[in-house]
């Protein structure tokens, strides 16, 4: 295998998912706590290809097929989420969503 | 030289996948978040080649930076400026420290987890054939193996439009919130 060794892919991907971690965390809009939370599911897809590859098996990357689609629906309920709730004019902030607090 | 070919490439996408990661989450205009999660899918993209998974990185390209981010903006434009100004981190100082605790931890368990697990046999990747990971072995393996995935996943697409549609459709509660804000404005 050319370039770097799978532990540097791993790595990488350890990285993003913790940049996204933090992102979903920090943020207060819904529609960065949505595109933080790609970057998880992305960085997640990277170490499935790193251990395809690792063990010579397609079973990872058919999971990260799976993966993408459930991103994509992810995003279509989730967007959904928000336009309705910009339609109901409350806030953009996932602080002041708090209707269902018990 | 080929070696050092892919070894510059690997390095400018992964730069390239972790700066613009850390760009999303520092952005304070989604806009320009999305636009940098563009560019960060790009250089997975980039990644899944190098890492020998053609038709995943093909894939990426067309659905994610493509259809997915594209209706990300679309909605970012319909919101307008009410999807700015959000504040950037909210809550107590002790929660956004904690948040950032929280996400080393998880960024130390993961790499302590896998080095713990498979950090001998890291270093020697099977060999494999010309062929791995093209739309061909993948398409095979869809309509073989994992069927049955490939099924599920159709039907969750098709729970997620549905729900898609029953989400964009206007409610009575909207319509009421219209009418009562035609009645200011005339009055």
């Not at chain 1, 943020?27 to 998880?40: A, D, G, Q, T, Y």
């Not at chain 2, 093909?58 to 999807?83: E, H, K, N, P, T």
């Not at chain 2, 099924?151 to 729970?159: D, Q």
């Amino acid at each position: 295998m050319q370039g770097p060794e799978i532990a540097w892919y791993l790595v990488v991907s350890a990285l993003l998912f913790s940049i996204g971690t933090a992102g979903v965390l920090l943020r207060r809009s819904p529609l960065i706590v949505l595109l933080s939370l790609e970057i998880m599911l992305n960085a997640a897809n990277l170490a499935l290809i790193s251990f395809a590859r690792l063990h010579g098996d397609h079973d990872g990357q058919i999971f990260a097929l799976a993966v993408m689609a459930v991103a994509a629906s992810e995003v279509v309920v989730g967007l959904g989420l928000i336009v309705a709730i910009a339609r109901r004019r409350l806030d953009l902030d996932v602080d002041r969503l708090r209707v269902l607090r018990g | 030289m080929g070696d050092f070919l892919v070894w510059a490439v690997w390095i400018l996408a992964a730069a390239g996948c972790l700066g613009s990661g850390l760009a999303v989450i520092t952005f304070t205009n989604p806009f320009y978040s999305a636009l940098a999660l563009i560019s960060n899918l790009g250089s997975l993209a980039v990644l899944f080649l190098l890492a020998s998974a053609e038709f995943l990185a093909a894939a990426q390209v067309l659905v994610y930076a493509g259809a997915v981010m594209v209706m990300f903006l679309f909605v970012i434009a319909y919101l307008g400026d009410r999807s700015e100004g959000v504040r950037l981190s909210g809550g107590p100082s002790w929660v956004r420290i904690g948040a950032v605790v929280a996400a080393t931890a998880l960024l130390v368990e993961v790499v302590v987890v896998i080095g713990m697990a498979a950090g001998d046999r890291l270093s020697d990747p099977a060999q494999v054939r010309g062929s791995f990971g093209s739309p061909e072995e993948i398409g095979r393996l869809f309509l073989t193996d994992h069927l049955l995935a490939f099924e599920i996943t159709s039907i969750v697409l098709l729970v997620a439009a549905v729900g898609g549609v029953v989400l964009g459709s206007r409610s009575r509660a909207e319509d009421e919130l219209d009418e009562a804000e035609a009645a200011r404005a005339g009055a």
